[in-house]
């Protein structure tokens, strides 16, 4: 695999040593599954499971990161039949947004919707961008996309609008596995598990994000 490596954001993501749980979760799934990573940043997850022969549809809707995104799916011969990516960022209503971003280059990471409430992630932004926000479950019908079986989401400050906005798919009989980013100090995260229980999802593990207290990747399964 050939990733991006151009400024040292990028880099720190090419060395693929930084949430590896997320490799685990996409070498749990046989190929051909089709598997959804929201949040995608520059796409080196989303690169990873094509290459394994899984079906990829990937949603990030900042553009410089998508830029990059689309540069490695290249740098890979990954095409349509491999991966499909949106710039798109996934919530509670089709609509068009703004996006606070703390750092403005490609591979950063303090880049959040601005949804109105109280965000977990803290930074001083620096630049705004406008970017478009869809609910899940209507753009699976619009599109024609096949239902998920796995899901990788990371869509910072965004948690529950992600759900609202994808209830019929998540509630659905097609989604065996979620890996869900979240902050279990967030006044968000006991409403995130509760609806994830509502739709029969139970915790599988936890996996803390290095240099983050109370960031963890955490992993579930359909009971």
């Known amino acids: 695999m050939t990733l ?40 080196r997850f989303s690169t990873y499971a094509a290459l394994k022969k899984l079906k990829v549809y990937s949603f990030e809707p900042e553009s410089r990161n ?20 949106f710039n798109k960022a996934v919530g509670n209503v089709n609509a068009s947004a703004t996006m606070d971003i703390g750092q403005p280059w490609e591979g950063g990471h303090h880049k959040v919707v601005d949804t109105g409430s109280k965000q977990a992630l803290i930074f001083e932004p620096v630049e705004k961008q406008t970017i478009q926000v869809i609910r899940l479950d209507d753009f699976i019908k619009t599109a024609g996309l096949p239902p998920p079986r796995y899901l990788k989401v990371d869509v910072d400050g965004s948690e529950v609008e992600f759900i609202e906005g994808a209830a019929d798919t998540l509630a659905g009989p097609d989604v065996k596995g979620i890996l869900f980013e979240l902050d279990i100090e967030s006044e968000k995260f006991g409403v995130v598990m509760s609806k ?15 240099k983050e207290k109370s960031l963890y990747n955490i992993r579930f399964c359909k009971d």
């Open 4 to 43: 991006l490596a151009s400024n040292r954001s990028l880099e720190l993501c090419s060395q693929m040593n930084y949430e590896t749980e997320n490799l685990d979760f996409i070498d749990d799934a046989s190929a051909g599954e089709v598997f959804y990573d929201l949040g995608a940043c520059e796409g």
């Open 66 to 85: 998508y830029g990059a995104l689309e540069q490695n799916l290249k740098l890979n011969n990954l095409d349509s039949s491999s991966v499909t990516a």
């Open 196 to 210: 994830l229980t509502g739709f029969g999802f139970s915790e599988v593990s936890r996996h803390i994000i290095p």
